[in-house]
């Protein structure tokens, strides 16, 4: 059986294995062309500096603790969220580093002798390393220069040039994962399965990047953020193309589901090995015995952090009969420990494999149970809604800060291009893909999509615009299935959708004080914990008008007087 490898550890060695005397070599972007590129070796160990770039758990603070978006808090302030972001004084450059790298790969890959059979995989992944930089630096800032080179400092009418319009640069994205889809191995054949960039990977990144822009310059049409003459419907297409190709049945692909609809949702996100699990197309492996882990456990089991899961992402769940819940009305008479309990039995059973709930078991060598949130306990120890998020957690390895937790972090799972699928087939042809939601809905023994009006749910989100209850029910299923997986703050700004937070406050669980005699947390009116109420009592102060996109740095505008500023800034 193929000895399976870790990225973790590829990095590490890689360029140690390339040649016995690598540590005379130059820097790689220093390479004396006439004596490196000419083996498939020296291609493979190049394109695999690239993959340190993807990312991962974090070993700090909880992964998800790096997003601004509405399905969590902390106990303070997000700046994006409330409008607190300031102009970047400094350079790009960083943000650049890795475009250049890679186009010093494409300056000279060709010398390769040979032949081309044995290299298209390091090909195929350079084409995606370079569309994963480039679609970094569009989420960032909009439009951004196309460098088809490693420039050279003489090189001053490339270095003087505009900014490409955002479309030029996604089409160009596109254009590159069309070409790895034809380089890179499937999934089950790529070097290291789906450790390695493979066909699968390839064509759902396809499918995020074109819903992306699609979404983006649907919603963000006739504002500043919009690009003028922009085909959504061209982009909807490619995302639906993409996702059809994976679905046609020439792919090892599915959704896990061993039949055991309480855990397999909650089990999926801590496996240490991934790699038999053919919804996962894509991930970035960990290795406890090797010290090469995580502490996601830390921080979902042991020191939340001052981080919890909001009112507004909990209130989403339908019940367990497939209809919206009425969480408020059961706040009235249900609180505390109650109110987790009662949620835990009456709505979705990814809530309960999502948040802890009491009488949880959350750590098998412990045998720790959850019993209460942690409220009130001080810094790192604190949860601070009510809601504690355990998705991530492995409830087999430990729960202390030891870099311990192995639990792969997904890039890209087939259970996503479903939910990629039914947003843009239906935002292009009004289908809703039933049998694909479906998929999803059968992991955890929920009753099959249906579209629910909003007019009848008492927990309606305000996207500060009407959607029909179809795409509004698409994007209910989106939030739900994969929240905390670093995907919520993109789906917000693509769809300008800062009325789901802006000028509110979040909030968390009904409060019940007979739990903790002596304490009084803030509440609102209806007797939820109020996080932010003396921080922000008018609500986060997000600016539509230029929050969607960073500004371009001060000293691009000052060195490149062609470049403009980005809205607002």
């Known amino acids: 059986m193929k000895t399976r490898y870790y990225i973790v550890l590829i990095l590490t060695l890689v360029f140690a294995t390339a040649c016995e005397d690598y540590l005379d070599r130059p820097p790689l972007d220093q390479i ?5 590129w000419k083996s498939a070796v020296d291609l493979q160990n190049y394109t695999a500096q690239f993959y340190q770039n993807l990312p991962g758990h974090q070993n700090s603070i909880y992964t998800e603790g790096l997003e601004s978006n509405d399905d969590f808090t902390f106990r303070n302030t997000d700046d994006l969220l409330n409008g607190q972001v300031v102009i970047n004084t400094g350079s790009w450059q960083s943000d650049f580093s890795a475009i250049r790298g890679i186009n010093i790969f494409f300056d000279n890959y060709q010398k390769c002798e040979d032949d081309f059979q044995i290299w298209k995989q390091y090909l195929g992944e350079a084409q995606f390393f370079k569309a994963w930089s480039y679609f970094s630096l569009v989420q960032k800032y909009g439009d951004v220069p196309w460098y088809t080179h490693a420039l050279t400092p003489d090189e001053e009418a490339e270095l003087q040039r505009p900014r490409d319009a955002r479309t030029v640069v996604v089409d160009s994205i596109l254009g590159l994962l069309n070409e790895a889809a034809q380089n890179v191995d499937f ?4 070097p290291w399965n789906n450790n390695s960039i493979n066909k699968e990977a390839v064509l759902a990144f396809t499918t995020r990047v074109a819903l992306y822009e699609a979404t983006w310059q649907k919603y963000h049409k006739d504002t500043p953020f919009g690009t003028a003459g922009a085909d959504s419907d061209k982009y909807f297409q490619a995302s639906v193309n993409a996702a059809e190709e994976l679905m046609s049945g020439n792919y090892n692909v599915g959704i896990y589901n061993t039949g055991n609809p309480d855990t397999d949702y909650f089990e999926l996100f801590g496996l240490g090995d991934m790699g038999p699990v053919n919804e996962i197309l894509l991930y970035r492996a960990y290795n406890a015995t090797e010290r090469i882990g995580h502490n996601q456990n830390y921080y979902t089991a042991t020191a939340p952090n001052q981080i919890g899961a909001t009112w507004s992402y909990i209130s989403t769940f339908l019940g367990v009969d497939g209809a919206p819940f009425d969480y408020l009305d059961l706040a009235e008479t249900s609180k505390g420990v109650d109110f987790l309990t009662e949620i835990a039995a009456n709505c979705d059973p ?3 494999q999502s948040i802890w709930i009491p009488g949880d078991l959350m750590n098998s060598g412990t045998g720790v149970i959850f019993n209460q949130s942690p409220i009130f306990e001080a810094n790192t120890q604190n949860n601070s809604t009510g809601f504690q998020i355990k998705k991530f957690n492995n409830l087999n390895t430990t729960a202390d800060y030891a870099n311990a937790n192995d639990a792969g972090y997904i890039l890209f799972s087939y259970s996503e291009v479903l939910l990629n699928y039914a947003e843009a087939k239906y935002e292009l042809d009004g289908t809703v893909a039933y049998d694909q939601l479906n998929l999803l809905r059968a992991r955890v023994g929920m009753p099959d999509f249906m579209v629910n009006p909003q007019s009848a749910d008492p927990n309606v989100a305000d996207y500060g615009y009407s959607i029909s209850d179809e795409l509004y029910e698409i994007r209910r299923e989106r939030r739900v ?3 905390f997986e670093q995907l919520r703050q993109e789906d917000w700004k693509r769809w300008a959708a800062h009325s789901l937070f802006a000028g509110k406050r979040p909030l968390g669980y009904p409060f ?10 803030i509440l609102n009116e209806n007797g939820l914990i109020d996080v932010l109420q003396n921080e922000i009592p008018n609500g986060y102060g997000f600016r539509p008008g230029q929050d969607y996109l960073n500004s371009v740095p001060e000293s691009e505008l000052t060195l490149n007087p062609s470049l ?6």
């Open 32 to 36: 004396d062309n006439e004596s490196y």
């Open 187 to 190: 999934r089950d054949e790529a």
């Open 350 to 352: 990814r809530l309960k």
């Open 481 to 483: 299935e994969k929240a």
């Open 512 to 521: 019940n004080e007979s739990e903790f005699p002596g304490e009084n947390p």
């Open 564 to 569: 403009t500023q980005n809205p607002g800034w």
